[in-house]
């Protein structure tokens, strides 16, 4: 026990009783060293009657020494501790991190095996709940993963179809919508086109066209304003009518504007303007009121026109009124002596009614007699050239073989006489008619040409004929009647001409899309035509010289028929002459052109650029007929049997014998009866059918011949009929009666034998 010694020292109180006494230590000195050698003091009193002190001194040392003893052991233990947890923490975090780790491996492999669609994934199991949870959330992240892997897998297997349709589905709206946007261009070009028309008329129309607001402003005017009222339409809009108006009508005017303002439409409502010069212009008007989006009248709009004309003649007829009132007694007095004249003008008619249907009785006896003389005349001709022609196969010297030929001519030139005649009566009935066909232009020219020739060889006239290379060949319309035409004017030609040249030339005058204007020119080195005697040289029974019908003949009937031809096919005829130098005649017709038809080269058909050229040196002096055996032609068959019905006795014998020459067998039937019997019991290549016969004529026996149940052989038999009438309406009814073909009398044997030819080979 050290002695309660203290030194110098500092005692500092620490709580009741209870102070740590501070030994003084030298400056510097560390403060632990001075807490060692400080002690704690402890003061209690003892005792009542006496009060004593008890002072218990503690040193820190032995404490200090007790303490770390027991810091040293707890340290220790500590120690012990945390070995230990370390050894434990290891332990657990290795287990723990290994199942992190093969949960990470897992993870990580997670998206190829979902991938390939590999679901049987084993999971680890832990003791530790969190890291069950954790395991358990990464479990079903992948399933959720697994099912929107085939989720998607699915999609990508749909989406190129949906891809496909969807671009299926754009096409289609893009094509809607192009179509939408076209048609929504055209609505606007339409628009466009409607606003342009639309002010197009409004500013061309001789009505006044107007607009005004709801205070009777102008804000629209048309053109004719200033026409009508003589003010600059400038001078006019923004300005009220009543500026305009005769002022006496401004009361009325405005009343009838508040009406229409108020709903009430304007109709034919007259007033009076004051034009620029201060003349009075009567309008009548009419007016409609317009509104806006909500319905609001905002102002007018509509049209007037001028009736100040008729307002003069209204005051002029005022004033002659008095007059017309003095003239209704003469108009009494007048009234009657017309009535007395309408009497006797109603008997005039009745007379004329009368000869009207006089001459239409003679007009119809007339082409009876016509058709009835045709016939007539025709059937002996057929008869008299057929046997001239027979005579020409006989022996005959030249001199017998020239008369002959003679007697041919004259009666080949009395049946022309005669279709000229018909001609001009049916074109003074208005009873022509024009075919339509299609046709080449060069064949028909060249087969015109070659039929002149001859007559020009005889003459010694050089016949040229030229076409340009721009006339258009592939026609349709009536070839048979330019043919007409061309054969009377290049005739004429050759007739009047005794030496020298006649020119055909053919030329386009104008075309296009579907017709073609044709100018044909025949030109000669004849006698040519005295300038007095132009002007009536295509009317009927006219000639230049009457001396002409004497040297030359004609009846003076072809010019005319020409010429009512040309107008008919939309022409006209013309001639320049000059006595004693020449003519050329001319004539111009519309023909509708014909596409997608072969050309015909005009070296094929001997007419070209360069024409044709035929003078007397071309052909040998003697007449040529087809003969049997010559050319691809009738002349080939072997004894072709047809009928002939017919019942003139020249026609029965001459027929036979001409076809007999050329392969043909011709059975002869007397009428259409015998026809129908002869068809019954024998089988024939064709028919040859006279329309008029007895007991049953053509038409009646061709009827029989097509009906089924009639007992000939071949109701199909072709047959050709053999007419004296020359009408096409005579040929229409042999077409409508079941004949296949026609043949005018009398009869040309070329024609004969091409029909022939062509009918027998189908």
Not at 312 to 326: P, Y
Request: negative net charge; charged residues 25%.
């Amino acid at each position: 026990m050290t002695p309660f010694v203290r030194g110098k020292g500092k005692l500092n109180r620490l709580d009741a009783g209870i102070s740590q006494w501070l030994p003084a230590v030298p400056p510097n000195t560390p403060l632990m060293e001075r807490w060692k050698k400080s002690f704690y003091v402890v003061e209690t009193a003892i005792g009542n009657p006496a009060q004593w002190t008890l002072v218990l001194e503690q040193p820190v040392a032995p404490f200090q020494k007790t303490l770390y003893d027991q810091y040293s052991r707890k340290l220790t233990l500590l120690f012990l501790t945390l070995i230990v947890t370390l050894v434990l923490a290891e332990y657990l975090s290795r287990k723990i991190i290994g199942k992190l780790r093969q949960l990470r491996t897992l993870t990580h492999e997670l998206p190829f095996r979902l991938a390939l669609d590999d679901t049987e994934i084993e999971w680890p199991e832990s003791g530790i709940k969190e890291a069950n949870h954790l395991v358990n959330n990464f479990r079903q992240m992948a399933t959720t993963l697994s099912q929107q892997f085939n989720e998607t897998r699915q999609v990508n297997e749909t989406l190129e179809i949906r891809v496909h349709e969807r671009t299926a589905e754009l096409d289609a709206a893009n094509a809607a919508l192009t179509a939408e946007v076209a048609e929504r261009r055209q609505a606007e070009d339409a628009l466009r086109k409607s606003e342009a028309l639309y002010h197009s008329l409004v500013e061309t129309s001789q009505d006044l066209i107007w607009q005004c607001d709801g205070e009777g402003r102008y804000t629209y005017l048309n053109l004719a304003w200033e026409q009508i009222l003589g003010y600059e339409l400038h001078e006019m809009l923004g300005k009220k009518f009543s500026e305009f108006e005769f002022a006496g009508n401004a009361t009325r005017d405005l009343a009838i504007f508040s009406s229409l303002m108020q709903g009430d439409p304007v109709d034919r409502y007259e007033s009076v303007y004051i034009g620029k010069s201060g003349n009075e212009i009567h309008l009548v008007f009419n007016a409609l009121f317009v509104t806006d989006e909500h319905g609001e009248i905002t102002g007018a709009s509509g049209t007037a026109y001028d009736i100040t004309l008729r307002k003069q003649m209204e005051k002029e007829l005022m004033d002659n009124a008095e007059l017309l009132l003095e003239q209704h007694d003469a108009l009494l007095t007048t009234q009657e002596m017309l009535r007395v004249q309408i009497d006797e003008y109603k008997a005039v008619q009745a007379q004329l009614l009368d000869a009207k249907t006089a001459a239409e009785a003679a007009n119809t006896t007339k082409s009876r007699f016509l058709a009835t003389m045709s016939h007539e005349i025709r059937t002996p001709m057929n008869g008299v050239i057929g046997m001239i022609e027979l005579l020409q196969h006989t022996e005959l010297t030249r001199e017998q073989f020239e008369y002959a030929e003679s007697a041919k001519k004259s009666g080949v030139n009395l049946v022309r006489l005669l279709n000229d005649i018909l001609d001009l009566s049916k074109i003074e009935a208005d009873r022509l008619e024009l075919e339509t066909a299609d046709f080449d232009l060069q064949p028909v020219i060249a087969d015109t040409i070659n039929l002149l020739s001859l007559h020009a060889r005889e003459k010694g006239v050089k016949l040229v004929s030229l076409m340009d290379s721009d006339v258009p060949t592939a026609l349709r319309g009536d070839a048979g009647r330019l043919r007409q035409i061309v054969t009377n004017l290049v005739g004429n030609a050759i007739k009047f001409t005794s030496s020298g040249t006649v020119t055909l030339q053919i030329r386009k005058d104008s075309e296009d899309e579907q017709l073609t204007t044709l100018r044909f020119l025949v030109s000669d080195s004849g006698i040519g035509i005295a300038a007095d005697k132009l002007e009536h040289i295509f009317a009927p029974f006219i000639q230049a010289d009457s001396s002409t019908t004497r040297r030359f003949g004609g009846t003076g009937l072809g010019l005319a028929i020409c010429k009512k031809l040309t107008e008919m096919m939309g022409g006209e005829i013309g001639v320049e002459s000059a006595e004693g130098v020449g003519s050329t005649f001319w004539f111009t017709v519309v023909m509708e052109k014909r596409f997608n038809a072969p050309s015909l080269d005009g070296r094929g058909v001997g007419v070209g650029e360069v024409g044709i050229n035929i003078d007397s040196g071309t052909f040998p002096p003697t007449l040529t007929l087809p003969r049997k055996g010559g050319g691809d032609s009738l002349s080939n068959a072997d004894e072709i049997r047809i009928l002939l019905a017919e019942d003139e006795p020249n026609a029965q014998m001459i027929l036979p014998k001409l076809l007999k020459n050329y392969g043909y067998l011709v059975d002869v039937a007397g009428n259409g009866k015998e026809a129908v019997q002869a068809l019954q019991n024998n089988d024939y290549a064709l028919v040859l059918m006279d329309c008029m016969m007895p007991e049953i004529n053509g038409y009646e026996a061709t009827v029989i011949i097509r009906d089924p149940a009639s007992d000939v052989r071949n109701h199909d038999i072709p047959v050709i009929a053999l007419t004296g009438n020359a009408m096409k309406q005579d040929c229409d009814y042999c077409i409508t009666a079941g004949m296949d073909d026609h043949l005018p009398k009398p009869l040309n044997l070329n024609e004969l034998l091409a029909k022939l030819e062509k009918w027998r080979k189908l």
